[in-house]
């Protein structure tokens, strides 16, 4: 993501801040719409929590954390600040908390089809540039790849049953209570671990023996994402015959 092209050394330092820029919204986009997907399916389900507190707000400020953005930015994987959730408010707690943790994954693949269908149509309708230069709809289609590559990853993530991830809030309504509690118990550790593997994915572009572990190490959900990718590039293809 945009590690690799910043330190890409043939690349224009213009191009290098243009394609950050183009990320930029959809990043935003992304997370902010993950949270405000939690916090509305827990108001739905019977806990105002995250209403009251202002996160369904689309102020990013109200969402974004520092390493969850920074992993997310670098490497395409990552997380946003966690939505405060009463389970006492839910009617039926395990179920509704499942619910709950599901909504922000979902939100993001449903964020990423919409974008694919988005570039479908800029693809089959835009004018393409006569003398072969990029014009303003290349532009936004290359940044709408980045948008549904973004969304992917961010809703990929998050699905992974380690603390405080969204998966390990769906595991745990599925574990026995009292294994479920030890297990979320984790959570004040795996922090350390999300540093870490910021560092992995900094040294990996100045050390092969680094960028081999940091390959292999993001290679299963690269390759979800990827097929999730062409799965929706085809999906609109057919649509729009392109």
């Not at 560092?199 to 994402?225: E, G, H, K, V």
Request: aromatic share 12%.
């Amino acid at each position: 993501m945009l590690l690799s092209i910043l330190t890409n050394e043939y690349l224009p330092w213009q191009y290098k801040i243009g394609l950050a820029l183009l990320m930029l919204p959809g990043l935003l986009i992304a997370l902010i719409v993950h949270e405000i997907a939690h916090g509305f399916a827990a108001w739905k389900l019977g806990d105002p929590t995250a209403k009251n507190m202002g996160r369904l707000s689309f102020n990013p400020l109200h969402h974004l954390d520092l390493a969850g953005t920074a992993m997310l930015l670098l490497i395409g994987f990552g997380w946003a600040k966690p939505v405060p959730v009463n389970m006492s408010n839910f009617k039926k707690p395990r179920r509704d908390m499942a619910l709950t943790a599901l909504a922000g994954p979902l939100s993001n693949f449903l964020l990423a089809l919409v974008g694919a269908l988005i570039w479908g149509a800029v693809v089959k309708f835009a004018p393409g540039s006569e003398d072969g230069l990029p014009n303003a709809f290349t532009v936004i289609s290359l940044g709408l790849q980045y948008f549904m590559m973004i969304n992917i990853g961010l809703g990929l993530f998050n699905l992974i049953p380690i603390p405080p991830l969204d998966g390990s809030n769906i595991l745990a309504c599925v574990l026995p209570p009292r294994i479920a509690s030890r297990y979320v118990g984790l959570r004040k550790y795996t922090q350390f671990i999300y540093y870490g593997l910021i560092l992995l994915s900094l040294l990996a572009n100045r050390i092969p023996f680094f960028a081999m572990i940091d390959y292999y190490l993001w290679f299963p959900l690269q390759w979800c994402r990827d097929q999730i990718l062409n799965g929706f590039i085809w999906l609109v293809s057919l649509i729009f015959q392109l």
